[in-house]
């Protein structure tokens, strides 16, 4: 028996970052049942598993056996109860929608057994928040990892005041049987560390592009230069994030913050992204098309052919 006590895993929520913790945590040895509320939803996620067995192989030198087994270690399913009846840990993963968030803790409540204990992967809500809706404050806390689980390797972990030491232990433990540096929040904060950072990155690089200040490639490129190595900028990341969440994150922040630049950000994503299903790297569209986006290109970072000038001198002019 591991340090955590968790061998079986359910993943409530089977999009970009429920699929990705799902693979890796059978990648790395515990049974994992994968839920989602549609088919749909459950057929994305076998599809990007396809990708990150490749991603595994290539990357982490993931043998054939090594892939064959994660899967095998991997069961999917639309209902709930068969997802969470077993479950030493239940992760949730559901739109960053307090409403939904309640509504599955509520079902969860009934269904769990007893000592199971329940995590949310939240990107910027608080456990406090919810913890009474759980029905086990004590067992209940925030597991927080980061989109590209396998190369940015990090789980925040962070409670809110009624969670008990013992959960606080099992979810680092947790964390370290599955490769990740635990990033223990000592105060509850909107966004970890992780995205009190990046958020506001986002924000600002929306915010130039919403208001025509720069495109995006602009953007990324000077990002990308002033952060010499790093392997795409702020535009990029969004499509990272998928631009659902993106959305959810602007409209329901711009709300409580009652922060109309993001609010206006929020619309700009719905019109240009949403309504064009330019979902984002998953979808293989948003500010770039993939596989190949032109920031992974030759010559992206690179000083310009003389040729290129008129074309730049045009985008200089004040619009
Ligand atoms: N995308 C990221 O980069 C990222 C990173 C860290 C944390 N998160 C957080 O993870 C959570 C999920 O984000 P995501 O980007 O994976 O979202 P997503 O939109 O890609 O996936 C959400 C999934 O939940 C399913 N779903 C919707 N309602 C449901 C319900 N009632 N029960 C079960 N499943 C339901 C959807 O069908 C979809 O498959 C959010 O809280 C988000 O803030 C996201």
């Known amino acids: 028996m591991s340090a955590s006590h968790i061998e079986n895993v359910a993943m409530i929520g089977a999009g970009t970052l429920g699929g990705q913790i ?11 049942t994968v839920y989602d509320i549609s088919e749909e939803g459950l057929k994305k996620c076998r599809a990007a598993h396809a990708g990150y067995a490749a991603i595994y192989s290539a990357d982490l030198n993931a043998s054939e056996d090594d892939i064959a087994a994660t899967h095998s270690r991997l069961t999917f399913t639309t209902d709930l109860a068969e997802a969470a009846q077993n479950a030493d840990l239940v992760i949730e993963a559901v739109p960053e929608v307090p409403d939904i968030k309640i509504d599955v803790y509520q079902k969860l409540a009934t269904i769990m057994p007893e000592e199971t204990i329940l995590a949310t992967n939240s990107s910027t809500l608080l456990p406090s928040m919810f913890a009474a809706e759980t029905g086990r404050p004590d067992r209940f806390g925030a597991l927080h990892f980061a989109n590209m689980i396998w190369a940015l390797n990090i789980a925040e972990i962070m409670g809110a005041p009624e969670t008990s030491d013992d959960t606080l232990t099992r979810l680092t433990a947790y964390a370290v ?25 986002l924000q600002a690089a929306q915010s130039l592009v919403t208001k025509g200040v720069a495109d995006h490639e602009t953007v990324d490129r000077t990002y990308m230069i002033m952060n010499r190595g790093c392997t795409m900028g702020p535009c ?13 994150i602007f409209t329901y922040w711009g709300t409580q913050l009652s922060d ?3 609010l206006t950000n929020a619309e700009y994503i719905q019109s240009h992204f949403l309504n ?16 190949n986006p032109t920031y992974q290109q030759p010559g992206f970072l690179d000083v310009p052919d003389k040729s290129a000038v008129p074309a730049l001198a045009a985008k200089a002019k004040l619009s």
Do not use: F
């Open 22 to 32: 799902a693979w890796h945590s059978a990648y790395m040895g515990k049974q994992v």
């Open 177 to 201: 049987e599955i490769g990740m540096v635990p990033i223990p929040i000592s105060r509850e904060q909107n966004g970890y560390v992780c995205n009190s950072l990046l958020v506001p990155l």
């Open 236 to 248: 990029g990341i969004m499509d990272m994030v998928g631009m659902g969440t993106l959305h959810e």
């Open 260 to 262: 109309q630049e993001m």
């Open 276 to 291: 064009t299903g330019r979902m984002g790297l998953l979808a293989g569209q948003g500010y770039y098309d993939y596989p």
